[in-house]
């Protein structure tokens, strides 16, 4: 069995969802690995990650208008920074998700 390593970084320009498959669908494509499991691992904090249809981009604008009502941000009921509260969503979605491959594709 064949194991490949790779990381990369994500350049953000603040709270919100990025989009990353692009990213992923190509690291695979280098692998050379046509069929296996890729896992997809957010190593910070203040981060997580969802799969969700792209196609509307309304659903992007919904579901962080979901957490900002869930988490909002400088809530008087938080005692932390209000940076603290990026990690509350985290610890409601996953920080790892794990996808198939086949054909080279996910």
Not at 31 to 51: D, P, W, Y
Request: contains cysteine; charged residues 30%.
């Amino acid at each position: 069995m064949r194991i490949k390593t790779e990381q990369f970084a994500v350049a953000t320009t603040g709270k919100g969802t990025y989009e990353i498959i692009d990213k992923i669908e190509a690291l695979v494509r280098e692998s050379k690995i046509e069929n296996g499991v890729v896992t997809i691992f957010a190593q910070h904090t203040s981060c997580s990650l969802i799969v969700m249809e792209n196609a509307d981009p309304t659903a992007r604008r919904d579901l962080e208008e979901y957490f900002d009502r869930l988490v909002p941000e400088n809530a008087d009921y938080f005692e932390h920074s209000d940076f603290a509260s990026f990690s509350d969503y985290s610890q409601r979605m996953a920080f790892w998700k794990d996808a198939p491959v086949k054909g080279y594709q996910l």
